[in-house]
């Protein structure tokens, strides 16, 4: 369930730059993490390590995005 503070931060209308560049760095970051965890050089606990490191990564994107659309809908800023 999403709070009143997270439909307030997220469920902005327009676009926002730092919505904006906070995901690029994140999509940055997960395809550098994506590269090191399939890396040839990558061996062991480094790969293993590596991978959870993307995984949680992938879920702080995946959970932002899921606020973001839930503000969106909460706000009537979407059809749906």
Request: charged share 20%; proline share 1%.
């Amino acid at each position: 369930m999403i709070t009143e503070k997270q439909r307030s931060a997220f469920g902005f209308i327009g676009t926002n730059p730092i919505w904006d560049e906070m995901l690029s760095v994140i999509q940055q970051t997960q395809e550098a993490l994506w590269m090191q965890a399939v890396s040839i050089n990558s061996k062991g606990e480094d790969r293993i390590h590596a991978c959870g490191q993307a995984d949680g990564v992938n879920m702080i994107y995946s959970l932002l995005i899921s606020l973001r659309q839930e503000a969106r809908k909460l706000n009537g800023l979407t059809e749906e």
